[in-house]
């Protein structure tokens, strides 16, 4: 009895459910056009099979006579691939290699152009996001006021200078700067005379 659900464990471990199975299956017989059906109706497009292999990894793996063979449909599938939002390129199976190692180990020198297009685009965007995300922190920071610095700047136009100066003493840098870039000692400097003679020191 033992025997029997222990062998049934380790065919569960490794049996694909059967929608991925043929994913594979038609990957492997180049049957791109079907692989691409199953996986645009049910199948995740990060699907593995029994040792970790995407489909992308397994397109990757296949040698050049089998590409050969169906150049244009196999480019075609891997452009599908890749330009599912899912997709995540840089899975490994249970070996450790990732579509790009096979696809470089089998001289699959049009998809490495695919995939270095993709590398590429996706490093430029990815820079461009941060720039932006940058330039946007910049522009908030630049005409915007925290509300405590705020205080000190209101506080010394309003020649508080004690409570300015405990708030900085609390909390605050010294540079803290207002929305033109002036420091607090450059606030005060910029106060006239008759201010700074009415009001406390």
Same mark, same amino acid.
């Given at each position: 009895m033992m025997k029997r659900r222990r062998k049934k464990a380790i065919v569960s471990k490794y049996a694909l459910n059967e929608d991925v199975q043929q994913v594979f299956t038609a990957i492997s017989k180049g049957k791109f056009r079907l692989a691409r059906i199953l996986i645009e109706r049910k199948v995740n497009v990060n699907c593995t099979d029994d040792v970790g292999r995407t489909p992308l990894i397994a397109v990757c793996k296949l040698n050049n006579t089998r590409i050969n063979h169906g150049q244009e449909d196999i480019l075609h599938f891997v452009q599908f691939l890749l330009n599912e939002e899912e997709t995540i390129l840089n899975t490994t199976d249970m070996f450790g290699?990732?579509? %790009? =190692?096979?696809?470089?180990?089998?001289? %699959?020198?049009?998809?490495?152009?695919?995939? =270095?297009?993709?590398?590429?685009?996706?490093?430029?965007?990815?820079?461009?996001?941060?720039?932006?995300?940058?330039?946007?922190?910049? %522009?908030?920071?630049?005409?915007t006021l925290n509300e405590d610095v705020q205080q000190v700047f209101t506080a010394i136009s309003e020649g508080k200078f004690r409570l300015a100066r405990i708030l900085i003493e609390r909390k605050f840098n010294v540079n803290c700067t207002d929305d033109v870039g002036r420091t607090p000692l450059i606030a005060v400097c910029k106060l006239n005379d008759t201010r700074i003679n009415q009001e406390d020191r």
């Open positions: 290699k990732q579509a %790009l =190692d096979y696809a470089g180990e089998n001289e %699959l020198h049009e998809l490495i152009q695919i995939f =270095d297009s993709i590398i590429n685009m996706s490093a430029n965007n990815c820079f461009e996001a941060v720039m932006n995300r940058w330039r946007k922190k910049a %522009l908030i920071s630049k005409y």
